[in-house]
C-alpha cells in the first residue's frame, strides 16, 4: 500500500474539534501533536460573527490551546476575496466584529454611500432596515457577496436563521445570487493554504459534514477525513456521489498520523 505525505492540516471547529463549548475526544491531544510536530495547521470556520481572538479564547476556555494566527474564518475569506478583487474598495455590511474588522484590516471602508460590495454576514440581530437598504444597494449596481451558504445555525434555544436564508430573501427581492466565499467554495481552503504556505497535494481537511467539509476538500485536491463526532453519520456517506479518503469515529483517531506525517492511500 502506498504512504502519502501530510504536510499540513486543514480542520474544522464546530463537530470536529468541539460541541458547543465542550472539546471533542483528542481535540486538545491533536492540537498539541501538530505544534510539537510543527505540523502547518488552521482550524477553519464559516462562523464570521467572531474575530479569531474570539475564537482562540474559546477554544482555551474547552481546553484547546489554537493560537489567532491559526484560525481561519469566512470572515477573513470574504475580506481576503474583496481586497484582492477590488483593493481599498468600500463596502456595505451586514454583520458583526468578526467581519468588519477583517474588512477594515484589509483596507476596506464601510459605507452605504454607492459602495463596490454588498456582504452579508452572520449576526443575531437582523433588522428589516438594514436588509432593505441592502436589496436597495444591490439593485443600485453594488456586488453582492455573502460570507457562508448556511441556512441556519444552532443557539441555546434552537435552530437560527443564518446568512443562507437571508440571502435567499436578498435574492428573491433583487432577482441576484450572491457569490458565497465560506465553504463548499474551495476559495475558502485555498486563501488558507496561501496563508499557511501548505500545498494541496500535502494537505488533509477534517471535517464533520459531507455537504461542505468534505465536498471542498475533494474539490480542491486536498486529502480529506470525515469524523463522526459531528453532523453526517456513516451511513448517511453513502448517499453522497462523493467520498471522503477516509471516515474516523473522532479527531482522536487521527493523532499518529499528525506524528508520523504520513498516511496510507
Known sequence: ????????????????????????????????????????????????IYTPRDLSARLGRSGIDVPEENIWTSALATAD???????????YVIGEAGLTTALHEAGYILSDTDPDYVILGETRTYSFESITTAIRLILGGARFICTNPDATGPSDSGILPAAGSVAALVTKATNREPYFVGKPNPIMFRTALNRVGGHSETTAMIGDRMDTDVVAGVEAGLNTFLVLTGITHRKQVETFPFRPDQVVDSIQDLIPIAQTGEVEI
Open 1 to 48: 500500500m502506498a504512504v502519502k505525505t501530510i504536510e499540513t492540516w486543514l480542520t474544522d471547529m464546530d463537530g470536529v474539534l468541539v460541541h458547543e463549548n465542550t472539546a471533542l475526544p483528542g481535540a486538545a491531544e491533536f492540537i498539541e501533536t501538530l505544534k510539537q510536530n510543527n505540523r502547518r495547521f488552521l482550524v477553519l470556520t464559516n462562523n464570521p
Open 81 to 91: 476575496f474583496c481586497a484582492r478583487t477590488i483593493p481599498r474598495g468600500s463596502a
